[in-house]
Nanobody, 120 residues
């Protein structure tokens, strides 16, 4: 079983920055992919960014040039640096990761979410 815990959310003014962290723990042999998703009130959860173990990244168009996803494979950590935040970035941000356990079973886990609120 793998647990993900997000941190770093909060209230920030438009134009400000936040850095989200995702700590993975449990029966982890290897984390293959990590990603960040967000869900605004009344809307579906959407993909924000993903990163492979080798560092290949992918972003939703609305955050390109403002957000940077990264990871520390040695520490089983993921990060999302968010700059030039806009009110439309407001929502609950969720970490997602998938990989292999020590007995080579695949797993996919979600964190509990951290709230990001951007005021205008």
């Amino acid at each position: 079983q793998v647990h993900l815990v997000e941190s770093g959310g909060g209230l920030v003014q438009a134009g400000g920055s936040l850095r989200l962290s995702c700590a993975a723990s449990g029966n982890i042999f290897r984390i293959i992919t990590m990603g960040w998703y967000r869900q605004a009130p009344g809307k579906q959860r959407e993909l924000v960014a993903t990163i492979t173990r080798g560092g290949t990244t992918n972003y939703v168009d609305s955050v390109k040039g403002r957000f940077t996803i990264s990871r520390d494979n040695a520490k089983n950590m993921g990060y999302l640096q968010m700059n030039s935040l806009k009110p439309e970035d407001t929502g609950a941000y969720y970490c997602n990761a998938g990989g292999l356990s020590t007995w080579s079973a695949s797993w996919d886990s979600w964190g509990q979410g951290t709230q990001v609120t951007v005021s205008s």
